[in-house]
C-alpha cells in the first residue's frame, strides 16, 4: 500500500484565497504570515487604519513608531514581524514587572491586548461560514492530481 505524507509549512497559507469586501472593491487575501500581517491587514480594511482603526489601536501604532521607526502607513508596504514585537513586548512586561514600573506596565499591556485584538479581528475574517466553504475548495483545487 503505497503511502503520501504532506509536509506543510506557515506558507501554506498563501495558496489559501478568500474573497473579501464588497463590490466593486472585492478583493482576494490569503491569511497573512508573521511577516505581513500588517499588509494583508491594510489590504482588508479598505483605508479604515488612517483613521478609524487608527484611533482604535493609537497604543500599538505609537509603540511600533518608537521601536521600529515604522508608522501604520509604512506598514502597508514593508515587512514586520509579529513575533518580534511580541516578543519585545512580553521581555519589557517581564522586566516593568520584576521592577514594579507600573507605568510601564500598563501601557505595554494596552499594547499587547491591541496587537492580540487586531490579530484577532482579522484571523477571525478567516473563519466566516461563507469563508471556510470557500477556502475548502481552494485548499481542494491546490492539491488536485
Keep these: 500500500m503505497e503511502r503520501t505524507v504532506y509536509v506543510l509549512g506557515a506558507g501554506v497559507n498563501k495558496s489559501i484565497r478568500i474573497r ?4 466593486p472593491k472585492k478583493i ?4 497573512p504570515l508573521a511577516k505581513d500581517f500588517f499588509q494583508v491587514a491594510f489590504a482588508m480594511a479598505h483605508g479604515r487604519f488612517q483613521s478609524e482603526y487608527k484611533m482604535k489601536f493609537n497604543e500599538l501604532s505609537l509603540y511600533i513608531k518608537e521601536y521600529w521607526k515604522k508608522d501604520f502607513f509604512e506598514l502597508t508596504t514593508s515587512d514586520f514581524d509579529l513575533e518580534e514585537c511580541f516578543t519585545l513586548i512580553e521581555l519589557q ?8 514600573h507600573k507605568t510601564k506596565f500598563n501601557r ?3 499594547v499587547e491586548y491591541e496587537l492580540k485584538l487586531l490579530l484577532y479581528k482579522i484571523l477571525s475574517e478567516f473563519d466566516s461560514e461563507h469563508n471556510t466553504i470557500y477556502l475548502l475548495r481552494s485548499i481542494q483545487s ?3 492530481a
Design 20 to 23: 473579501y469586501g464588497v463590490q
Design 28 to 31: 482576494e487575501v490569503s491569511p
Design 93 to 100: 512586561l517581564m522586566d516593568a514587572r520584576q521592577n514594579k
Design 108 to 110: 505595554l499591556s494596552l
Design 142 to 144: 491546490r492539491f488536485r
